[in-house]
């Protein structure tokens, strides 16, 4: 079962890069290369403790239909989702949040299981595991950099729950 895991130190609160990390609309931004849209569940806003969100988009040219819950929520520390049903075997995702002197750490956590047994393993050494890192790191950077900026109140302006000083 691959396991990847990401750290970016990001100058900005902490508690505004746990909300743009949860954000709905900063994650259909994050993936409009591949056509992704929240289909159900929290389609847009901040995703909250057990809930819910569908996702479709294209992969490898192929249409992916993914749910995942959040399973921990700890703001502005720590929050996680897994996958409720879609074409893995299994995953979860772990978000951490570190308040640093320059501003965050945030660390990512993704572990996963492929589908299909030794065609599943055989994928992830091929391309599946190299593909799932770009984009995971595609995504820290884009959170990375609409912190940083001047853009990120409008993935926050109608969010529910926003933690004071974002």
Known sequence: MPRLEFQINIAAPCERVFDLARSIDLHKASMASHHEE????????????????????????????????????????????????????????????????????????????????????????????????KLLAARNAIIKQVAESTEWPKYLAAADGSHGDV
């Open 38 to 133: 929240a289909i159900a569940g929290v389609t847009s806003g901040l995703i909250g403790p057990g809930e819910t969100v569908t996702w479709r988009a294209r992969q490898f040219g192929l249409p992916v239909r993914l749910t995942s819950r959040i399973t921990v929520f700890d703001p502005p520390h720590r929050f996680a989702d897994a996958m409720v049903s879609g074409p893995f075997k299994s995953f979860s995702h772990e978000h951490v949040f570190e308040r640093t002197s320059g501003g965050t750490v945030m660390r990512d956590v993704f572990d996963y299981r492929s589908p299909l047994g030794l065609l599943g393993r055989l994928a992830d050494w091929l391309f599946l595991e190299r593909h799932m890192k």
